[in-house]
């Protein structure tokens, strides 16, 4: 089993950064893909960016050059930092892994970008 906590959300003007944490527990070293996931009410969650265990990553076009996913192995954490924030960005932030042939997800944390 793995857990996985989020955290860094907040509200933040429009052209502003934040950076989002996920830290895993558990059997956090059976993760192979950490990816961040979002969803506004109504909507689809849709991908984000993911990172593999060898470092890989990928990004969804809307956010390429603006945000970065980066890992920290010492501390079982993935970072999304997300730089010139738009309105458009805000919703809830989710962080999934890959483990064991299983998707785990965290709770969720909210981001409010104001124009």
């Known amino acids: 089993q793995v857990q996985l906590v989020e955290s860094g959300g907040g509200l933040v003007q429009a052209g502003g950064s934040l950076r989002l944490s996920c830290v895993a527990s558990?059997?956090?070293?059976?993760?192979?893909?950490t990816s961040w996931f979002r969803q506004a009410p109504g909507k689809q969650r849709e991908f984000v960016a993911s990172?593999?265990?060898?470092?890989?990553?990928d990004y969804r076009d809307s956010v390429k050059g603006r945000f970065t996913i980066s890992r920290d192995n010492a501390k079982n954490t993935v970072y999304l930092q997300m730089n010139s924030l738009k309105p458009e960005d805000t919703t809830v932030y989710y962080c999934?892994?890959?483990?064991?042939?299983?998707?785990?997800w965290g709770q969720g944390t909210q981001v409010t970008v104001s124009s």
């Open positions: 990172i593999t265990s060898s470092g890989s990553t």
């Open positions: 558990g059997r956090a070293s059976a993760i192979d893909t």
């Open positions: 999934n892994a890959r483990a064991f042939g299983s998707l785990y």
